[in-house]
Nanobody, 121 residues
Framework: QLQLVESGGGMVQAGGSLRLSCAQS????????MGWFRQAPGKEREFVAA????????RYADSVTGRFTISRDNAKLAVYLQMNSLKPEDTAVYYC??????????????WGQGTQVTVSS
């Protein structure tokens, strides 16, 4: 079974930056597409960003385009989310997800435990 572990969350002031990491363990594969989702209190989980297995293709939610960057290191079986110009509305628990392809991100039940990001105004 594939397992995902997120890290890097924390508390930051508006305008600040954080870098999230997600590492694979268990039945790992560098062929997975990887993605980030977030869930704020009282809201549904929403898509943030995704990257295909090679790193050549990325997708972003409109709300984070230009501020967040997703990347991966297949040698380390890790994916990252660099978050700049953070806003209070970015406050949420951030989850990592894996899928066979970038088009199916979020559709497979490979989730990490989440990492809290809190942005103060």
């Amino acid at each position: 079974q594939l397992q995902l572990v997120e890290s890097g969350g924390g508390m930051v002031q508006a305008g600040g930056s954080l870098r999230l990491s997600c590492a694979q363990s268990g039945r790992t594969s560098s062929n997975y597409a990887m993605g980030w989702f977030r869930q704020a209190p009282g809201k549904e989980r929403e898509f943030v960003a995704a990257i295909n297995w090679s790193g050549e293709t990325t997708r972003y939610a409109d709300s984070v385009t230009g501020r967040f960057t997703i990347s991966r290191d297949n040698a380390k079986l890790a994916v990252y989310l660099q978050m700049n110009s953070l806003k209070p509305e970015d406050t949420a628990v951030y989850y990592c997800n894996a899928a066979p392809g970038i088009a199916t991100i979020g559709e497979y039940d490979y989730w990490g435990q989440g990492t809290q990001v809190t942005v103060s105004s």
